[in-house]
Protein backbone atom coordinates (compact mmCIF):
# COMPACT_ATOMS: atom_id res chain seq x y z
CA UNK A 1 0.00 0.00 0.00
CA UNK A 2 0.71 3.69 0.13
CA UNK A 3 3.50 4.63 2.66
CA UNK A 4 6.05 7.18 4.07
CA UNK A 5 9.30 6.11 5.10
CA UNK A 6 12.54 7.23 6.33
CA UNK A 7 15.79 6.17 5.18
CA UNK A 8 17.85 6.32 8.34
CA UNK A 9 16.30 5.00 11.64
CA UNK A 10 19.49 7.06 13.78
CA UNK A 11 21.43 10.27 13.35
CA UNK A 12 24.22 11.27 15.43
CA UNK A 13 25.65 14.68 14.98
CA UNK A 14 27.92 17.04 16.45
CA UNK A 15 26.67 20.37 18.32
CA UNK A 16 26.92 22.99 15.88
CA UNK A 17 26.89 20.85 12.81
CA UNK A 18 23.99 20.63 10.02
CA UNK A 19 21.54 17.74 10.05
CA UNK A 20 19.40 16.24 7.45
CA UNK A 21 17.14 14.09 7.88
CA UNK A 22 15.17 12.29 5.09
CA UNK A 23 11.77 11.17 3.92
CA UNK A 24 10.80 8.89 1.07
CA UNK A 25 7.08 9.27 0.12
CA UNK A 26 5.45 6.70 -1.94
CA UNK A 27 1.78 8.32 -2.46
CA UNK A 28 1.55 10.30 -5.47
CA UNK A 29 -2.02 12.25 -4.64
CA UNK A 30 0.08 13.27 -1.66
CA UNK A 31 0.24 17.52 -1.91
CA UNK A 32 0.61 18.31 1.68
CA UNK A 33 3.46 17.18 4.00
CA UNK A 34 4.74 17.93 7.33
CA UNK A 35 7.88 17.21 9.97
CA UNK A 36 7.09 16.89 13.73
CA UNK A 37 9.22 16.13 16.27
CA UNK A 38 8.78 13.90 19.32
CA UNK A 39 10.33 14.07 22.51
CA UNK A 40 10.19 11.76 25.08
CA UNK A 41 6.71 11.16 26.57
CA UNK A 42 5.26 13.96 24.63
CA UNK A 43 3.18 14.29 21.52
CA UNK A 44 4.51 15.01 18.09
CA UNK A 45 5.14 18.91 17.82
CA UNK A 46 4.61 20.62 14.48
CA UNK A 47 7.61 22.01 12.81
CA UNK A 48 7.20 22.85 9.41
CA UNK A 49 5.31 22.57 6.30
CA UNK A 50 5.61 22.26 2.63
CA UNK A 51 2.85 21.94 -0.09
CA UNK A 52 3.59 20.26 -3.62
CA UNK A 53 3.21 23.21 -5.08
CA UNK A 54 7.13 24.16 -3.42
CA UNK A 55 10.09 22.35 -3.45
CA UNK A 56 11.60 24.31 -0.70
CA UNK A 57 10.32 26.10 2.26
CA UNK A 58 12.51 27.79 5.37
CA UNK A 59 11.33 28.18 9.09
CA UNK A 60 14.51 29.61 11.99
CA UNK A 61 16.92 27.10 11.80
CA UNK A 62 15.00 24.62 9.72
CA UNK A 63 14.38 23.89 5.50
CA UNK A 64 12.34 21.60 4.11
CA UNK A 65 12.85 20.42 0.69
CA UNK A 66 10.67 18.59 -1.82
CA UNK A 67 11.56 16.08 -4.70
CA UNK A 68 8.58 15.45 -6.19
CA UNK A 69 10.23 13.76 -9.18
CA UNK A 70 11.74 11.20 -7.13
CA UNK A 71 9.27 11.39 -4.07
CA UNK A 72 11.29 12.38 -2.13
CA UNK A 73 11.44 15.20 1.26
CA UNK A 74 14.52 16.27 3.68
CA UNK A 75 14.70 18.19 6.76
CA UNK A 76 17.31 20.43 7.14
CA UNK A 77 18.35 21.71 10.90
CA UNK A 78 20.72 24.54 10.99
CA UNK A 79 23.70 24.70 13.58
CA UNK A 80 22.07 21.62 15.61
CA UNK A 81 21.37 22.58 19.52
CA UNK A 82 21.24 19.27 22.37
CA UNK A 83 17.63 20.33 22.35
CA UNK A 84 16.96 19.20 18.92
CA UNK A 85 17.77 15.90 20.65
CA UNK A 86 14.56 13.93 19.69
CA UNK A 87 12.72 11.42 16.95
CA UNK A 88 10.94 13.22 13.60
CA UNK A 89 8.48 12.07 11.68
CA UNK A 90 7.45 13.28 8.42
CA UNK A 91 3.86 13.00 7.45
CA UNK A 92 2.07 13.34 4.53
CA UNK A 93 -1.73 13.61 3.09
CA UNK A 94 -3.59 14.59 0.18
CA UNK A 95 -7.13 16.26 -0.95
CA UNK A 96 -8.14 12.53 -1.50
CA UNK A 97 -6.96 11.52 2.51
CA UNK A 98 -9.32 13.55 3.96
CA UNK A 99 -7.83 15.00 7.19
CA UNK A 100 -5.63 11.94 7.73
CA UNK A 101 -1.89 12.13 7.87
CA UNK A 102 0.30 9.42 6.79
CA UNK A 103 3.31 9.00 8.88
CA UNK A 104 6.88 7.64 8.60
CA UNK A 105 8.38 4.97 11.40
CA UNK A 106 10.66 8.00 12.52
CA UNK A 107 14.71 8.92 12.70
CA UNK A 108 15.99 9.49 16.06
CA UNK A 109 18.46 12.59 15.92
CA UNK A 110 21.36 12.85 19.03
CA UNK A 111 23.46 15.83 19.26
CA UNK A 112 26.59 15.30 20.81
CA UNK A 113 28.17 17.82 23.09
CA UNK B 1 -5.48 27.54 26.75
CA UNK B 2 -2.81 25.04 27.59
CA UNK B 3 -3.08 22.91 24.51
CA UNK B 4 -4.47 19.46 24.19
CA UNK B 5 -5.01 17.67 27.51
CA UNK B 6 -5.44 14.11 27.47
CA UNK B 7 -5.86 11.57 30.75
CA UNK B 8 -4.77 9.65 32.46
CA UNK B 9 -0.93 9.68 30.73
CA UNK B 10 -0.73 5.99 31.55
CA UNK B 11 -3.26 3.42 32.31
CA UNK B 12 -2.17 -0.36 33.24
CA UNK B 13 -5.33 -2.83 32.73
CA UNK B 14 -5.30 -6.47 32.80
CA UNK B 15 -6.26 -8.16 29.70
CA UNK B 16 -9.80 -8.38 29.13
CA UNK B 17 -10.64 -5.39 31.25
CA UNK B 18 -12.26 -2.23 29.70
CA UNK B 19 -10.67 1.47 29.32
CA UNK B 20 -11.76 4.88 28.81
CA UNK B 21 -9.76 7.41 27.99
CA UNK B 22 -10.03 11.72 27.75
CA UNK B 23 -8.96 13.90 25.40
CA UNK B 24 -9.84 17.73 25.80
CA UNK B 25 -8.93 19.67 22.90
CA UNK B 26 -7.95 23.64 22.07
CA UNK B 27 -10.80 25.54 23.13
CA UNK B 28 -11.55 27.06 19.88
CA UNK B 29 -10.78 23.82 17.52
CA UNK B 30 -13.92 21.96 16.14
CA UNK B 31 -11.80 18.78 14.51
CA UNK B 32 -10.43 16.19 16.56
CA UNK B 33 -8.53 13.29 15.95
CA UNK B 34 -7.15 9.86 17.84
CA UNK B 35 -3.84 8.10 16.74
CA UNK B 36 -1.94 5.40 18.14
CA UNK B 37 1.71 4.76 18.40
CA UNK B 38 3.42 2.26 18.60
CA UNK B 39 7.25 1.88 20.15
CA UNK B 40 9.75 3.07 17.44
CA UNK B 41 6.63 4.00 14.94
CA UNK B 42 4.86 6.88 13.60
CA UNK B 43 1.63 7.42 15.02
CA UNK B 44 -1.35 5.40 12.55
CA UNK B 45 -4.85 7.27 12.38
CA UNK B 46 -7.91 6.01 14.01
CA UNK B 47 -10.75 8.01 13.73
CA UNK B 48 -11.75 11.91 13.65
CA UNK B 49 -14.49 14.35 14.46
CA UNK B 50 -15.39 17.59 13.08
CA UNK B 51 -17.96 18.97 15.93
CA UNK B 52 -19.88 15.93 17.67
CA UNK B 53 -20.03 14.01 14.01
CA UNK B 54 -17.53 10.76 13.60
CA UNK B 55 -16.56 11.35 10.13
CA UNK B 56 -13.90 9.10 9.47
CA UNK B 57 -13.16 5.61 11.19
CA UNK B 58 -9.36 3.50 10.56
CA UNK B 59 -9.97 -0.01 9.28
CA UNK B 60 -7.32 -0.31 12.46
CA UNK B 61 -10.49 0.51 15.10
CA UNK B 62 -12.18 -2.82 15.12
CA UNK B 63 -15.21 -3.06 16.97
CA UNK B 64 -13.73 -3.02 20.32
CA UNK B 65 -13.08 0.74 19.82
CA UNK B 66 -15.36 3.31 20.40
CA UNK B 67 -15.01 6.87 20.41
CA UNK B 68 -17.61 10.14 21.32
CA UNK B 69 -17.79 13.61 21.15
CA UNK B 70 -20.66 14.03 22.60
CA UNK B 71 -21.13 17.62 22.42
CA UNK B 72 -17.97 18.99 20.11
CA UNK B 73 -15.79 19.34 22.93
CA UNK B 74 -14.07 16.66 25.01
CA UNK B 75 -13.70 13.25 23.49
CA UNK B 76 -13.31 9.40 25.13
CA UNK B 77 -11.91 6.69 23.40
CA UNK B 78 -13.53 3.24 25.24
CA UNK B 79 -11.90 0.07 24.38
CA UNK B 80 -13.26 -3.27 25.39
CA UNK B 81 -11.90 -6.81 26.61
CA UNK B 82 -8.35 -4.93 26.08
CA UNK B 83 -5.61 -7.26 24.51
CA UNK B 84 -2.02 -7.51 24.79
CA UNK B 85 -1.77 -6.10 21.40
CA UNK B 86 -3.62 -2.38 22.30
CA UNK B 87 -0.83 -1.68 24.30
CA UNK B 88 0.81 1.50 22.65
CA UNK B 89 0.67 5.47 22.97
CA UNK B 90 -3.05 6.69 22.22
CA UNK B 91 -2.73 10.52 20.92
CA UNK B 92 -5.59 12.87 20.45
CA UNK B 93 -4.88 15.90 18.30
CA UNK B 94 -7.06 18.83 17.62
CA UNK B 95 -7.20 21.45 14.83
CA UNK B 96 -9.31 24.20 13.75
CA UNK B 97 -11.56 23.68 10.31
CA UNK B 98 -9.77 25.67 7.38
CA UNK B 99 -6.67 26.10 9.67
CA UNK B 100 -4.94 23.31 7.15
CA UNK B 101 -3.27 20.48 8.85
CA UNK B 102 -1.23 21.69 11.27
CA UNK B 103 -2.52 19.22 13.86
CA UNK B 104 -1.75 20.47 17.69
CA UNK B 105 -1.04 16.38 19.45
CA UNK B 106 -1.57 16.22 23.36
CA UNK B 107 0.76 13.98 25.07
CA UNK B 108 -0.57 10.83 24.99
CA UNK B 109 -2.27 8.21 27.15
CA UNK B 110 0.13 5.27 27.27
CA UNK B 111 -1.80 1.66 27.78
CA UNK B 112 0.15 -1.38 29.08
CA UNK B 113 -1.79 -4.24 28.88
CA UNK B 114 -0.67 -7.35 31.22
Redesign the interface.
Same mark, same amino acid.
Given at each position: GESVGLHLPTLSVQEGDNSIINCAYSNSASDYFIWYKQESGKGPQFIIDIRSNMDKRQGQRVTVLLNKTVKHLSLQIAATQPGDSAVYFCAETGSLAGNMLTFGGGTRLMVKP | DTG?SQDPRHKITKRGQNVTFRCDPISEHN?L =?WYRQTL &???? #??LT?FQNEAQ +? #?K !?RLLSDRFSAERPKGSFSTLEIQRTEQGDSAMY +?C?S?KQGG &??? =??? &? !? &?TRLTVV
Open positions: - | VR =Y &GQGP #EFY +L #E !S +LAS &GYG =YTF &G !S &G
